[in-house]
């Protein structure tokens, strides 16, 4: 899966650096992060090839001995932007889509590139309380943002979401979402509710998505899915009673029952709907 990038370490716990000379500094706009890739080989700026440019800097994470920084523009360089366009451009790098990151062979780069995005996008939309307005300070002990003012504490925000493999015998139940940039087939998926723990997620996400009954939900693997800001937890689970499907044309275009030989997807080792296709595929669940 995405996060697995061994024998390369992710190391993930919170300190308060600034960065040095070969420390490796993301930089975002929007959906784009400043990168050097070729299709192969993906590369990001070092902090030496940021000198000219004045930025603020959020320590990250380290993979193996190597730190990851983000780099913020100053209020000065940004005022002298046109809105709309990055304000940092260096020879060799280019802004990509952070869906390259889904699919670049330097997996572990990519995880880091993917990574940084979610964590960029928590520090761009909590840069001003939500309580009173005042603009938000990063603490120095723990990766949190605190109003001087007010004293509102606010941390990485993470949304936990199921993805479930509903067994049916030797079938299993495949979907295809309607009105999405991912057209191949997946599993039904959905975000936790307040107030509910993850095996009622699992039930109430299969019946609104195709009005099926569940029984006997077990819990597979996780995985962090910085794309949707979440955190996937994979369940598997039996059909009980009816095998009717009622599809919620909202939320996908297709759902059917597909016993291992019909299923036609291969291992991509990026997702973890993927990896339980594969395990129903090979006999494994
Ligand atoms: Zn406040």
Known sequence: MIQDIYPHAYHNEYHDLQPQENDFILIFHKNKALVRYNGEKLRYPTFNELKGFECAYHY???????????????EQLLKNTDQGTPSILLSGYRY?????????????NAFAG????????????????????????????ERMLYCPSCHNMVYPKISPAVIVGVLNGNKIL?????????????????????????????????????????KNIRY??????????????????????SDKITLDTSELA??????????????????????????????NV
């Open 114 to 141: 993917i990574t940084a995005h979610h964590l960029f996008s928590w520090y761009q939309s909590n840069q001003f309380c939500g309580c009173c307005g005042q603009r938000m300070v990063p603490d120095h002990n």
């Open 60 to 74: 990250l994470f380290s993979i193996d001995e190597y730190k990851y920084f983000l780099a913020y523009p100053s």
């Open 220 to 241: 597979y693997k996780s995985q962090p899915w910085a794309f949707s800001g979440s955190l996937l937890m994979g369940f598997f689970c039996d059909l009980d009673g």
């Open 174 to 214: 495949m979907s295809k979402y309607a009105g999405r940039p991912y057209t191949n087939y997946a599993l039904i998926a959905g975000f936790t509710e307040i107030g509910e723990c993850a095996e009622q997620t699992v039930a109430r996400e299969v019946m609104e998505e195709v009005g099926i009954k569940v």
């Open 254 to 283: 297709e759902a059917g029952w597909f016993s291992r030989e019909e299923i036609p997807l291969e291992d991509d080792h990026i997702s973890l709907t993927r990896e339980m296709i594969m395990q129903f595929k090979r006999g």
């Open 96 to 108: 990509e889509d952070v869906r390259i990151f889904r699919s670049a062979p330097s997996k572990h």
